[in-house]
């Protein structure tokens, strides 16, 4: 058949993130971006704003032009520091990023199954929803004898509580959709 990796997706499952026959990593591929940056600092507050914009893209060995999984178009980061005195430092940083690429569900043959198998021909088409998590941290230092300082810190991570998704852990045969890991 013109497309053999169509008929090997479609009736093998597979679990994990390695490739099938045909998805390898012998063809040609190209990544290309720009990330833009900007830094302040003004008296006891600094910030950082980076935008990044890229496309990462390959040939299979088919010649099928295709999402690498890293392929996540674009990035935003927020990040702002006050420091007051030598001894109090506060901060936060805000991370926002287009969803990863995957490989969509077959859901009839997960379901058959009972088990996760990705949708032949179809790798790397869907997106994951985007990535946001807002992080803060407080720090104190401490002067420990002549020459010694010591910083005790707290760090809040994921303060808006957002369930991001972080990768396809299987299939979940009872509820007829995918399980995901979230970070």
């Given at each position: 058949?013109r497309?053999?990796?169509?008929?090997?997706?479609?009736?093998?499952?597979f679990?994990?993130?390695?490739?099938?026959?045909?998805l390898?990593?012998?063809?040609?591929?190209?990544?290309?971006?720009v990330?833009?940056m900007?830094?302040r600092?003004?008296?006891p507050?600094?910030?950082?704003?980076?935008?990044?914009?890229?496309?990462?893209r390959?040939?299979?060995?088919?010649?099928?032009?295709?999402?690498?999984?890293?392929?996540?178009?674009?990035?935003?980061?927020?990040?702002?520091?006050y420091?007051r005195?030598?001894?109090w430092?506060?901060?936060?940083?805000?991370?926002?990023?287009?969803?990863?690429p995957?490989?969509?569900?077959?859901?009839?043959?997960?379901?058959?199954?009972?088990?996760?198998?990705?949708?032949?021909?179809?790798?790397n088409?869907?997106?994951?929803?985007a990535?946001?998590?807002?992080?803060?941290?407080?720090?104190r230092?401490?002067?420990?004898?002549?020459?010694?300082?010591?910083a005790?810190?707290a760090d809040?991570?994921?303060?808006?509580?957002?369930?991001?998704?972080?990768?396809i852990?299987?299939?979940?045969?009872?509820?007829?959709?995918?399980?995901?890991?979230l970070?």
């Amino acid at each position: 058949p013109r497309v053999p990796h169509r008929l090997f997706l479609d009736r093998e499952p597979f679990r994990d993130y390695t490739f099938p026959v045909g998805l390898t990593a012998i063809g040609t591929g190209r990544a290309r971006g720009v990330e833009l940056m900007l830094e302040r600092r003004a008296g006891p507050i600094s910030g950082v704003a980076v935008a990044t914009f890229s496309r990462d893209r390959y040939h299979d060995t088919w010649g099928i032009e295709r999402n690498r999984l890293y392929d996540i178009r674009r990035a935003f980061t927020l990040a702002a520091d006050y420091v007051r005195g030598e001894r109090w430092r506060l901060s936060g940083s805000l991370v926002t990023q287009g969803g990863m690429p995957y490989t969509p569900t077959n859901e009839a043959a997960s379901a058959a199954l009972g088990i996760w198998v990705r949708r032949g021909g179809l790798y790397n088409t869907a997106r994951y929803p985007a990535y946001v998590s807002l992080n803060l941290r407080a720090e104190r230092r401490f002067a420990v004898g002549g020459r010694t300082k010591v910083a005790l810190y707290a760090d809040v991570w994921n303060v808006l509580d957002r369930k991001n998704v972080g990768w396809i852990t299987g299939w979940n045969a009872g509820s007829r959709w995918i399980a995901s890991g979230l970070t």
